[in-house]
């Protein structure tokens, strides 16, 4: 008898133990969130990626009950932002605006202080963006078609612009060489000011730039836009071509915002800042200022976020990988 007590107790406060570890991802997932949320935003104020968090983030805050702070954390290609987010609790409340350079810092670096993919667990996409390749308004050329009929009959002469190496827009840079089969030198500078001085200089005959920064100099006449990177025409630019229409029918460069968690964050909490995110971005006043940004409003379910990420560190690895660019 006694035996069969100590059994029978043995089990009682093991059953009652695994209740406990599974009641509190639950508990905490039934009462998520009773504080303000942060979003750890790896640029600076005032740009693309920071004005989509903050849009994002007032609405959602809406739906959360609770505030939703921006915390920007520019600097090393988002590397100080990522590894906080990574090694903060797990519990939602400290959440991370991802990019094009999380995926793009798989292939670029030799090591990383996080695993870009094991480390992280996408919640959702929240817009997606265009690039365009520019020249200046006096400039031989007036197509896309010609500037690659150009650098295919002068190889090595042309010179293409972009801000730093690893960046989005230098990498967008080195896969157009690639898609349309030319030799040409992409040249990297330390900032958009610098590439659009060295353009109006001659230093540089295109550059390749996020739309929204140029987009004035477009519409006011001092850059002449030969193509945007996206898979359709931008609204703010009906009458450009996109690259595939302009002759590369290989060439599609995006870039992109989302939201992600450290891995490890309960399910239910993933699913919830999930829910919110998608109806921030299917809200219509939410969505004209995301136009108004010139980002393509873009939510996406969880798998379909992890997907995405998966792929673009596949694809901007292999373009690393093609050009030949040295992991830093």
Avoid at 109 to 133: E, H, N, Q, R
Avoid at 199 to 223: F, H, T, Y
Avoid at 272 to 278: F, G, M
Avoid at 299 to 306: G, I, L
Wanted: hydrophobic share 45%; net charge positive.
């Amino acid at each position: 008898m006694h035996i069969r007590r100590f059994f029978l107790s043995r089990l009682a406060a093991l059953a009652a133990a695994t209740v406990c570890v599974v009641a509190g991802p639950i508990a905490h997932a039934q009462s998520y969130p009773n504080k303000p949320l942060r979003i750890v935003v790896p640029f600076g104020a005032g740009g693309v990626a920071d004005l989509t968090a903050r849009t994002v983030a007032q609405k959602m805050s809406e739906g959360l009950g609770q505030a939703v702070v921006i915390d920007n954390r520019p600097g090393a290609g988002g590397i100080v932002a990522a590894e906080m987010v990574a090694k903060s609790e797990p519990d939602g409340y400290t959440v991370l605006l991802m990019s094009n350079a999380n995926a793009v810092s798989a292939g670029l670096f030799k090591s990383l202080p996080f695993d870009p993919v094991k480390d992280f667990t996408p919640v959702s996409l929240m817009g997606t963006f265009d690039l365009a390749i520019v020249t200046q308004t006096e400039s031989r050329f007036q197509t896309l078609a010609e500037l690659v009929t150009w650098a295919k009959a002068n190889p090595g002469k042309l010179n293409i612009g972009s801000i730093n190496i690893g960046s989005t827009q230098h990498l967008t840079a080195e896969l157009f060489k690639s898609a349309a089969g030319i030799d040409a030198q992409v040249v990297p500078f330390n900032g958009t000011p610098a590439v659009m001085t060295a353009l109006r200089g001659g230093q540089i005959d295109v550059a390749v730039e996020v739309l929204s920064p140029v987009l004035p100099q477009i519409k006011g006449g001092a850059l002449r836009a030969l193509a945007v990177t996206g898979t359709k025409r931008n609204m703010a630019l009906p009458q450009v071509p996109t690259a595939k229409e302009g002759g590369v029918p290989n060439f599609v460069s995006t870039s992109w915002n989302g939201l992600g968690v450290p891995a490890k964050t309960p399910q239910a909490v993933v699913d919830r800042l999930n829910k919110e995110v998608n109806a921030a971005v299917q809200n219509p006043a939410v969505r004209q200022k995301l136009l108004d940004l010139n980002v393509e409003p873009h939510a996406s379910t969880v798998a379909q976020a992890h997907d995405w990420l998966q792929n673009e560190i596949k694809r901007w690895s292999d373009v690393i990988q093609r050009a030949g660019i040295q992991k830093q």
